[in-house]
């Protein structure tokens, strides 16, 4: 890209309860439909969708002003409090379509965790809460859940090359899941899916 003819510089308003970003580039909902096959209990999803007039789960603001190498896409993502079973809500889940490229996660208000894991198998989790940085190194696949009782929204910075690919989990989703026991978050492995 020209100098000439790279976009300004410029400070983009949000807001850091609701995450809504009112000049943003991009925006998208997923609705609790929209995340069938995710969830462990695949019961309790069919009554909530049912029951609650198929809720959005979480949302996304996206900003963008050039598809040029070295820009960067950020934005916002808004998980909203809740449980499918006695899972947490969930974003979907992906790696970056060029793998060595990493992301930071900044929390601005709720609370929750990042699940991430390699190809190799390894996984890690990570704290998304006000006042920390989450680094997502590169290679790392990354789902977002929202463990508190209202909407977790956090800030999110990547390069606009980094590109999402949600295919490469597969549709065994991640190996670790995040799920409430007497009161509290427990990170466990993903049990085997019944056949
Ligand atoms: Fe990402």
Not at 7 to 30: C, E, L, M, N
Not at 87 to 93: A, S, V
Request: hydrophobic content about 30%.
């Amino acid at each position: 890209m020209k100098q000439s003819n790279s976009p300004f510089p410029r400070s983009v308003t949000f807001s850091a309860d609701t995450g809504v970003i009112p000049d943003a580039t991009a925006h998208y909902q997923k609705r609790l439909s929209d995340l069938r096959g995710l969830f462990l209990d695949s019961e309790a999803l069919e009554r909530r969708i049912r029951e609650e007039n198929d809720a959005v789960c979480y949302e996304n603001y996206g900003v963008s002003y050039s598809q040029a190498e070295g820009d960067l896409f950020f934005g916002t993502t808004i998980i909203y409090p809740g449980k499918v079973g006695s899972e947490y809500h969930i974003t979907r889940g992906h790696y970056h379509r060029k793998r060595n490229h990493a992301e930071t996660y900044q929390a601005l208000s709720g609370q929750g965790l990042v699940l991430l894991e390699r190809e190799d198998g390894t996984t890690r989790t990570a704290e998304l809460a006000p006042g920390k940085v989450t680094y997502i190194a590169p290679f790392w696949a990354h789902r977002s859940i929202n463990t508190s009782d209202v909407p977790l929204v956090f800030l999110w910075t990547c390069s606009i090359e980094a590109g999402h690919d949600y295919e490469g989990l597969g549709s065994r989703g991640m190996r670790q899941v995040v799920v409430e026991r007497n009161g509290v978050p427990s990170v466990e492995d993903r049990p085997p899916r019944p056949v």
